[in-house]
């Protein structure tokens, strides 16, 4: 098994590619070892390696988020715990682990009724237009909610916490956002 490694803008964060498919539906983020123990068994092996501080899973990508050493120390064993999981033929996700963090996810949305029709065409502008290019880097964006004229986002993988964050989020997401729905004024971040 050849698994590639892709670097992100996010220094800390480290694109994991297998060569299959690990999460068939949504995304999965954990950034403790405790959430990570409850649903998924690769993700609890990668928070046993010191220096691990966060894991994300889409399509078929793990992003691996670390707070100390350098990638050449935490490299080996973070590819050495993706390649047992998957020859092990064992699933990514514990049963019941990602129905659980699909719900988590929309259980934060906001918005008031009457905005229905703005927030529609958001989250479709989000899934056709911005989420592929996020995945690219490692990373999703979700949408949390929308409140007079601004809508609130959630970043996960190798967006949480990324320099580049603020910029995306300002430049390119409000810009985009804004010319096909004039309503919006602002994006934010939001945990």
Known sequence: ???????TPN??????????????EGTADFRDAETARAASPLAARLFDIPGVTGVFFGYD???VTKDGPDWQHLKPAILGAIMEQFMSGAPVMASGGQ???????QAGEFYD???SEIVITIKELLDTRVRPAVAQDGGDITFRGYENGT???HMKGACAGCPSSTA?????????LRHFVPEVEHVEQIG
């Open 1 to 7: 098994m050849f698994i590639q490694t892709e670097a």
């Open 11 to 24: 220094p800390a964060t480290l694109k994991f590619l297998p060569g299959k498919e690990v999460l068939i």
């Open 61 to 63: 990508f793990i992003t």
């Open 99 to 105: 129905a659980a963090t699909d719900r988590a996810d």
């Open 113 to 115: 009724k009457a905005d």
């Open 151 to 153: 809508v609130f986002l």
């Open 168 to 176: 995306t989020l300002k430049h390119g997401i409000q810009n985009l």
